[in-house]
């Protein structure tokens, strides 16, 4: 019997994080599954396909992997195991293993049946359809664009989410009686789509992650739902443009409002407020509104108006006599 690298299946370093091994599975799973090839391909794919499982059958759970991991430390891939130790030259571990099982029929090979046999048929025992073991559902990553606005009012969003929820036909336990969950493709979940109501707080910083309990994917059994992060984007609109955690925006004047300074208006992502324009600014100038901008994670941007000056569309006779007035004082006695 030929000791398995399981590590070597999954493409993982023996330092792998139980996510990283979980991660790594379900890629090769999907990318494996049977019913994805055809004629000799599908007999390759389910091969290894098997393997990817079985890897993860012992990868995927504390108790075996730690056990893997004793007996791995004289073991390489491909090296006779389970024979006469004498013969097996430098190495020194005896396997007292249970009796052989045969799990032929689940896909197992005989190393992973005489190694982990017994514990696998109890785990499986332990509860036959649904409900016998409680885990807390996934938690999903998801993203949110927010104008603006939203950003720093706050905004309730619906959004459409796709969650892993636990197989229906082998409850999440991606083994049914006869072997390979074919349903989920013994990855032990399948993809739900749900619409949620999410109420975005005021003032969060473009790149907060957000954490919303219970939103992620359902729970195992009676295990409670996981958890949604999500992270929130800010996109960029015609009014506003975003330099950092600083917004820039146009502010148009008159030249009488140019030339004489003005008090007005101006409208800003926190509500409109009051501008006093000093006497004599030029185009192209910058006001700067402290703590108008976005919100960062340690305090507020700055907003900066930069000015433009501008006619109005049209303009009366009146005016335009003016106008002439001011030429005639910069140049005077000139003929036009
Ligand atoms: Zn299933």
Redesign the pocket.
Known sequence: MKYIDYYEVLKVPKTASGKEIKQAYRKLAREHHPDLHQGEAKARAEEKFKLINEAYEVLGDEEKRAKYDRLGMNWQAGDEFGANPSNMGGHAYTYQGPADFDLGSFGFSDFFSRLFGEDFMHSRQGGGQAGRTKHKGEDIDAEISLTVEELIQGVEKELHLSAPAP????????F?QRGV??????????DETKTVKVKIPAKLHPGASLRLRGLGGKGYGDGPAGDLYLRIRVAPNAAWQIKGSDLEAELMLYPDQAVLGDKIQVPTPYGSVQLKIQPGVHAGQRLRLREKGLPKENGVGDLYLRMRIDIAKTQTEAEKELYRKIRELRNPGRVY
């Not at 197989?167 to 991606?174: D, F, H, L, P, S």
């Not at 969950?181 to 399948?190: A, D, E, L, V």
Request: net charge positive; glycine share 22%; charged share 10%.
């Open positions: 197989c229906t036909a082998c409850a999440g336990q991606r049914t969950c074919r349903t989920c493709g013994g990855t032990g979940f399948i």
